[in-house]
């Protein structure tokens, strides 16, 4: 079992940033990706960016790619989610996600570990 805690979300205003943090169990996490999810009311959780603990490979979806950024701090088996430029439709519950395996995947089920959620709310 691996557990995973998010944690950093909040209220920000358009435009503004946030730093969201995945804090994972303590030991080697070198044949693990990661990846972050969210799930707005009334919608399916979509992707939203993956990284490769070995070689800190990223992976964005469109919607976020140039504002979000993914990386890791391998001694601290934390994962950041640096969000920049927010918009209202970003308003959404945050997951952390793990799964065995370098190559990076954007589908849910390809994901054997979950954090519980952190809120993230974009106003205007």
């Known amino acids: 079992q691996v557990q995973l805690v998010e944690s950093g979300g909040g ?3 358009a435009g503004g940033s946030l730093r969201l943090s995945c804090a994972a169990a303590g030991r080697t996490f070198s044949s693990y990706s990661m990846g ?3 799930q707005a009311p009334g919608k399916e959780r979509e992707f939203v960016a993956a990284i490769s603990w070995s070689k800190g490979s990223t992976y964005y979806a469109d919607s976020v790619k140039g504002r979000f950024s ?3 701090d391998n001694a601290k088996n934390t994962v950041y989610l640096q969000m920049n430029s927010l918009k209202r439709e970003d308003t959404a519950v945050y997951y952390c996600a793990a799964r065995v395996g370098r190559i990076l995947t954007t589908t849910r089920s390809t994901y054997d570990y979950w954090g ?7 106003s205007s």
């Open 11 to 13: 209220l920000v205003q």
């Open 36 to 38: 972050w999810f969210r």
């Open 70 to 72: 993914i990386s890791r």
């Open 116 to 122: 519980q959620g952190t809120q993230v709310t974009v």
